[in-house]
């Protein structure tokens, strides 16, 4: 094919929509910068207005629950040291759902603390490892730089760092292999269960039926509720604020609460009989060849 100027201007204006359509992913209403605060104990926020991001602080170094998009780590970095932390001491990187609004940060982030391991549930060790074109529902749409997984985690294991120990659930579904992290925080005498949802809801353009997003999404989905269901919750949060009302709870943090607003048992149930409703919802319809 011969190039010519005509040729050559529209591949680089192409390539200037396509830069502006990332950052314009980027920088949407979810991921505007929040501020940082502690949530209970050594668990903090250090997300954004929406991507939500945990940081589990210790004397030997902290774990970072979700990285973002790619542009989430500056956001994430400003708050930790708002908070009175070193970036460099983050030496552990998990993720809640491999999609890319959540996991697109991880190269830089992993830049940004010197060389923090990067942990991800065994069916997404390809989608990080690709830069998310394994990604079973947004690999054609959403790439970002790849990075290495240094630890494959198992449903149940535990993940301990300086007295802090997480547990990782796989609630697959949202996304292949989903995980739902659990952990529990003393303060002031009282054992909280702390519950950080991966994710519950169906992906528009997914199908659970006829041409199923993966095999097995509708048996996994079935599954996650069951293992959501069981998990003992004092303290709801998840990978979006939107699914525990971070926002509002935050505000009455703030004001001055006489009880700690993300103490939500009842909110967390109530989540999980929405969510569950509208899978059983879809479910019927395809099933009913609607």
Avoid at 225 to 239: N, T, Y
């Amino acid at each position: 094919m011969r190039y010519t100027a005509a040729v050559s201007f529209r591949i680089i204006f192409v390539a200037l929509a396509c830069v502006a359509a990332c950052a314009a992913q980027d920088h949407g209403p979810d991921n505007n910068p929040f501020p940082p605060y502690r949530i209970v104990g050594n668990l903090h926020y250090v997300g954004a207005s929406d991507i939500a991001c945990f940081l589990v602080a210790t004397p030997q170094g902290h774990i970072l629950i979700n990285s973002g998009y790619q542009t989430t780590p500056a956001l994430i970095r400003n708050s930790v040291v708002k908070l009175g932390f070193r970036v460099h001491d983050i030496k552990i990187l998990l993720n809640s759902q491999a999609h890319f609004d959540h996991v697109a940060g991880m190269h830089e982030m992993q830049r940004l603390t010197g060389g923090a391991r990067i942990y991800s549930s065994e069916p997404e060790v390809a989608v990080l490892e690709s830069g998310g074109k394994a990604d079973t529902r947004f690999g054609r749409e959403h790439t970002y730089p790849p990075v290495k997984v240094d630890h494959v985690v198992r449903d149940l294991e535990t993940v301990t760092l300086g007295g802090a120990t997480l547990v990782a659930h796989l609630t697959p579904g949202h996304s292949i292999g989903c995980t739902t992290w659990t952990m529990r925080i003393t303060e002031a005498g009282k054992v909280y269960n702390v519950v950080i949802v991966g994710g519950t809801s169906i992906n528009p353009g997914v199908e659970l039926v006829r041409h199923p997003n993966y095999p097995g999404i509708a048996n996994d989905f079935i599954h996650t509720f069951q293992v959501l269901r069981a998990l003992p919750c004092d303290i709801f949060l998840g990978a979006h604020g939107s699914y525990y009302g971070m926002q509002e709870k935050y505000a009455r943090l703030q004001a001055g609460a006489a009880t700690n607003p993300f103490i939500d048992p009842a909110g967390y149930r109530r989540y999980i009989d929405r969510a569950q409703q509208a899978f059983a919802e879809q479910l019927a319809r395809e099933k009913a060849g609607r």
